[in-house]
């Protein structure tokens, strides 16, 4: 059969890849499922492989044969694996298509392939046979990038969200592509001093305010900016410039829409039947049936994809309470408990493991990071420990406390002093990521600026001293664009940030802040090598309410590397605050966040401060050191 109009039979798979597959333990379903072009009989056409397993009928329908379903239909395996599959002369790279399904009940449904590589910019929702060949050039980088992924390097993310990070400045309405936001993203993030840029989801999504978390595309990078290789590019180009890349991915649920996952051969495939296990209240989607093997294969290979395919460095896991809770966001009667009668979803726990055994063992040099928000046990613990084997956790709970905290007016936060002190009791429990996250500065809830107590002085004097706080404290860090030169505005998903800030004091200060701040955080080990130790951090005044002053000690591997942290929270110049210490020498500043350089008031400690054998809180040495309003100091032994 070798007309124009027929179909080859022809396949990809072999018996062991069905196995694989229907064991939930094929990773790399991507290279046999979908379209790709290739040479059958000598003869350059596109095979096609779908999962529809309930399916009457399946064909391929496009521009090619006039959208026409009795064209090109394909074959169902003979192996019960539920795939059909086929081979079509003629047609190549850059062919719209779609599968037309006949179910098992007469339904009639298109649906755009679960594993197309590109689809067509959006409203329009066709796949399009494409590849994700590309000629790399960043071997160096993937051959050493383990040195800034190891959990004792210091982490420092800049996440954003590509569509409105810019906007042409001309036409604030046109979504800049990959290769225009290289030339201006790169080279900032660089200048910046983050190690790591994170970027919210890429992968093809109907609905742009759904920031990217309603995916249409598992395996399709969004046309919305251009095709693969332009994705590919710009993360080479971080790459080139010594930066980390990671990726938003979403397991958790996708949307209703007609031609995406939801009831894709007509009933229920990648989704539970039951609305009580498969719709998902809050985002009106639909969950993931964890609990299929074949659905487990499709995710598992959609991670890997991303690693392989485009390089990715680490994957920042979304909504993964969601997830492990059968109950999450669901009243009595609502849900359907477990095989225990718990509220435990066993199969998503099953599923997380799997998933985080599979990239760590293909790709032991990237990251995994959940974001979690509940006293879930080992999230970032080993499974062979017990835990679900995540290499970091986001710490909302930290989050939460600090943003509160930084909110209230300074005459009450002597009330509010354990806000700052309570996450010390935990913060070793797990690999925890400190996130000043996109969800803190949307609906509501006012750009990271405006959440700050007092005048417009006070605003950025709190925001600098949370900032230096959050990147002193144990942990790895990640701060939402904006949030480095003081976003005034909410994020706005339409809209560029405003650039036009910059020409004002207070945030070109901020955006110096930060920047030194980064150098700081990379240059001192201190700040990194123990991060996720109890021996990296010791509290030196974690009580004097009154003061509203925290103290304490970051260590690294080499002691004389101890850096002594102070910070002055409220709008009171302390000029000789004591403090004890457990060893004598003298400490010299080397970081204030009032400098005026950032927008401060300038008080800082010009001359070294002398150790001195006066006790104090149960130390037998003690310093006395200028505290500024509202800022913090960094102090390093200078002998």
């Given at each position: 059969m070798?007309t124009?109009?027929?179909?080859?039979?022809f396949?990809?798979?072999t018996?062991f890849?069905i196995?694989l597959?229907?064991a939930?333990?094929h990773?790399?379903l991507?290279?046999k499922?979908g379209?790709?072009t290739?040479?059958h009989e000598?003869r350059e056409?596109v095979?096609?492989?779908v999962?529809?397993?309930?399916?009457?009928?399946?064909?391929?329908?496009?521009?090619?044969?006039g959208?026409?379903?009795?064209s090109h239909?394909l074959?169902?395996?003979?192996?019960e694996?539920?795939?059909?599959?086929?081979?079509i002369?003629?047609?190549g790279i850059g062919?719209?298509?779609?599968?037309h399904?006949v179910s098992?009940?007469?339904?009639?449904?298109?649906k755009t392939?679960?594993?197309a590589l590109?689809?067509?910019?959006?409203?329009?929702?066709?796949?399009?046979?494409s590849?994700?060949?590309?000629?790399?050039n960043d071997a160096?980088?993937?051959?050493?990038?383990?040195e800034?992924n190891r959990l004792?390097?210091?982490?420092?993310?800049?996440?954003?969200?590509l569509?409105?990070?810019?906007?042409?400045?001309?036409?604030?309405?046109?979504l800049l592509?990959?290769e225009?936001v290289a030339?201006h993203l790169v080279?900032y993030?660089?200048?910046?001093?983050?190690?790591h840029?994170e970027?919210?989801?890429?992968?093809?999504h109907?609905?742009y305010p759904s920031?990217?978390y309603q995916v249409s595309g598992y395996?399709?990078?969004?046309s919305?900016?251009g095709?693969p290789?332009?994705?590919?590019?710009?993360?080479?180009q971080f790459?080139l410039?010594?930066i980390?890349?990671?990726l938003?991915?979403?397991?958790s649920h996708?949307p209703?829409?007609?031609?995406?996952l939801?009831?894709f051969d007509?009933t229920?495939l990648f989704e539970?039947?039951?609305?009580?296990?498969?719709?998902?209240?809050?985002?009106?989607?639909?969950?993931?049936n964890?609990?299929?093997?074949e659905?487990?294969?499709?995710l598992?290979s959609?991670?890997?994809?991303?690693?392989?395919?485009?390089?990715?460095?680490?994957?920042r896991v979304?909504?993964?309470?969601?997830m492990l809770?059968?109950?999450y966001?669901?009243?009595d009667?609502?849900w359907i408990p477990?095989?225990?009668?718990?509220?435990?979803?066993l199969?998503?726990?099953?599923?997380?493991k799997?998933?985080?055994?599979?990239?760590?063992?293909?790709?032991?040099d990237v990251?995994t990071?959940?974001?979690?928000?509940?006293s879930?046990?080992?999230?970032?613990r080993?499974?062979?420990?017990?835990g679900?084997?995540?290499?970091?956790?986001?710490?909302?709970?930290?989050?939460h406390?600090?943003?509160?905290?930084?909110?209230?007016?300074p005459?009450?936060?002597?009330?509010?002093?354990d806000?700052i002190?309570?996450?010390?009791y935990?913060v070793?429990?797990?690999?925890?990521m400190?996130?000043?996250?996109?969800d803190?500065?949307?609906?509501?809830k006012k750009?990271l600026?405006?959440?700050m107590?007092?005048d417009?002085?006070?605003?950025?004097?709190?925001?600098?001293?949370?900032y230096?706080y959050?990147?002193t404290?144990?942990g790895?860090?990640l701060?939402?664009?904006?949030?480095?030169?003081?976003?005034?505005?909410?994020?706005n998903?339409n809209q560029?940030?405003?650039w036009?800030l910059?020409?004002y004091?207070p945030?070109?200060g901020?955006?110096?802040?930060v920047?030194?701040?980064n150098?700081?955080?990379?240059s001192?080990?201190a700040l990194?090598?123990?991060?996720f130790?109890?021996?990296?951090?010791?509290?030196?005044?974690?009580?004097?309410s009154q003061a509203s002053?925290?103290?304490y000690i970051?260590?690294?591997?080499?002691?004389?590397?101890?850096?002594l942290?102070?910070?002055?929270?409220t709008?009171?110049?302390r000029?000789?605050?004591?403090?004890?210490?457990p060893?004598s020498?003298?400490y010299r500043?080397?970081?204030?966040?009032d400098?005026?350089?950032?927008y401060g008031a300038?008080?800082?400690n010009?001359i070294p401060?002398?150790?001195e054998?006066?006790?104090?809180?149960?130390?037998?040495?003690?310093?006395a050191?200028t505290?500024?309003?509202?800022?913090?100091?960094?102090l390093?032994?200078?002998?």
């Amino acid at each position: 059969m070798s007309t124009e109009h027929s179909v080859a039979i022809f396949s990809l798979l072999t018996p062991f890849d069905i196995d694989l597959f229907k064991a939930g333990k094929h990773f790399r379903l991507y290279e046999k499922l979908g379209s790709r072009t290739l040479t059958h009989e000598g003869r350059e056409g596109v095979y096609f492989a779908v999962w529809a397993p309930n399916a009457a009928r399946v064909s391929v329908i496009g521009n090619f044969n006039g959208w026409n379903p009795n064209s090109h239909t394909l074959y169902p395996r003979w192996d019960e694996s539920g795939i059909w599959e086929g081979f079509i002369y003629t047609i190549g790279i850059g062919e719209v298509y779609k599968y037309h399904i006949v179910s098992n009940t007469g339904e009639l449904l298109e649906k755009t392939d679960p594993f197309a590589l590109h689809m067509e910019v959006a409203p329009a929702t066709a796949s399009v046979v494409s590849t994700t060949w590309y000629a790399w050039n960043d071997a160096e980088w993937m051959a050493n990038r383990q040195e800034k992924n190891r959990l004792d390097r210091p982490i420092s993310i800049y996440e954003l969200h590509l569509g409105s990070w810019m906007r042409d400045p001309q036409d604030p309405d046109r979504l800049l592509s990959y290769e225009e936001v290289a030339v201006h993203l790169v080279p900032y993030v660089k200048d910046l001093g983050f190690t790591h840029v994170e970027f919210m989801p890429l992968s093809e999504h109907p609905y742009y305010p759904s920031w990217g978390y309603q995916v249409s595309g598992y395996y399709a990078a969004s046309s919305r900016y251009g095709s693969p290789q332009q994705l590919m590019a710009l993360i080479e180009q971080f790459h080139l410039n010594g930066i980390a890349v990671l990726l938003d991915w979403v397991p958790s649920h996708f949307p209703g829409d007609a031609h995406g996952l939801y009831r894709f051969d007509g009933t229920a495939l990648f989704e539970h039947e039951d609305p009580r296990k498969g719709f998902h209240p809050d985002w009106k989607s639909f969950i993931f049936n964890y609990g299929r093997k074949e659905v487990c294969s499709f995710l598992i290979s959609n991670a890997l994809f991303w690693l392989d395919r485009y390089h990715i460095d680490g994957l920042r896991v979304d909504a993964v309470a969601s997830m492990l809770y059968l109950d999450y966001s669901r009243k009595d009667g609502e849900w359907i408990p477990n095989v225990w009668g718990g509220r435990e979803n066993l199969e998503a726990v099953t599923f997380i493991k799997a998933f985080n055994e599979a990239v760590y063992s293909h790709y032991p040099d990237v990251q995994t990071i959940a974001e979690e928000s509940t006293s879930w046990p080992g999230v970032s613990r080993p499974t062979y420990h017990g835990g679900l084997g995540f290499g970091m956790k986001w710490m909302m709970g930290w989050m939460h406390d600090t943003l509160d905290y930084f909110q209230a007016d300074p005459v009450y936060r002597k009330y509010l002093h354990d806000k700052i002190t309570f996450s010390a009791y935990y913060v070793f429990n797990e690999h925890f990521m400190l996130p000043l996250s996109h969800d803190e500065v949307v609906h509501g809830k006012k750009s990271l600026v405006y959440k700050m107590a007092g005048d417009e002085w006070q605003k950025f004097a709190n925001l600098r001293a949370l900032y230096l706080y959050m990147f002193t404290f144990p942990g790895t860090k990640l701060l939402f664009m904006g949030g480095e030169f003081g976003q005034t505005a909410e994020w706005n998903v339409n809209q560029s940030l405003d650039w036009h800030l910059l020409a004002y004091a207070p945030h070109k200060g901020l955006l110096t802040f930060v920047k030194q701040l980064n150098r700081l955080y990379k240059s001192e080990p201190a700040l990194y090598e123990k991060s996720f130790s109890q021996e990296g951090f010791e509290w030196l005044e974690a009580g004097d309410s009154q003061a509203s002053v925290y103290a304490y000690i970051r260590r690294g591997h080499n002691r004389e590397n101890d850096l002594l942290i102070l910070l002055n929270l409220t709008p009171v110049l302390r000029e000789g605050y004591r403090v004890g210490l457990p060893d004598s020498g003298t400490y010299r500043e080397i970081f204030n966040s009032d400098d005026s350089s950032y927008y401060g008031a300038g008080v800082v400690n010009t001359i070294p401060c002398n150790v001195e054998g006066i006790p104090w809180m149960g130390m037998p040495y003690s310093v006395a050191v200028t505290l500024p309003a509202l800022g913090g100091v960094i102090l390093k032994r200078a002998n």
